[in-house]
């Protein structure tokens, strides 16, 4: 199994970035995929995850509600996380993770350090 996170990078605040994670060695049936951010001296936070084989349901974090947006590309394998509206406050190194589907871990965005992570991508947002 293998995650690879992309399209960090320095934006503006008001500006938009759309991060991929490229999942590889497992289909999106077996996992859901989350992606959590840890920012400068801060706790890890889950930010979002997205159950394709559970009707592609989606979970967010509560704060991120409205801003944020995570998808799915099966022919892909690829998940994205649309971030609109961007605060200096998103600024962070965003990792994708691979979690088992079932279960409360997806909507309650919770992963695991025994998990599958991806290497993690950075956006920093500037005032």
């Known amino acids: 199994v293998q995650l690879q996170a992309s399209g960090g990078g320095l934006v503006q605040a008001g500006g938009s970035l759309r991060l991929s994670c490229a999942a590889s060695?497992?289909?999106?049936?077996?996992?859901?995929i989350a992606w959590i951010r840890q920012a400068p001296g801060k706790e890890r936070e889950g930010v979002s995850c997205?159950?394709?084989?559970?009707?592609?349901?989606?979970y967010y974090a509560d704060s991120l509600k409205g801003r944020f947006t995570i998808s799915d590309d099966d022919a892909k394998n690829t998940v994205y996380l649309q971030m609109n509206s961007l605060k200096p406050e998103d600024t962070a190194v965003y990792y994708c993770?691979?979690?088992?589907?079932?279960?409360?871990?997806?909507?309650?965005?919770?992963?695991?350090?025994?998990?599958?992570w991806g290497q993690g991508t950075l956006v920093t947002v500037s005032s």
């Open positions: 060695g497992f289909t999106f049936d077996d996992y859901a």
């Open positions: 993770a691979a979690l088992p589907r079932f279960g409360s871990r997806c909507p309650l965005i919770q992963v695991a350090e025994d998990d599958y």
């Open positions: 997205i159950s394709h084989a559970d009707s592609h349901s989606t």
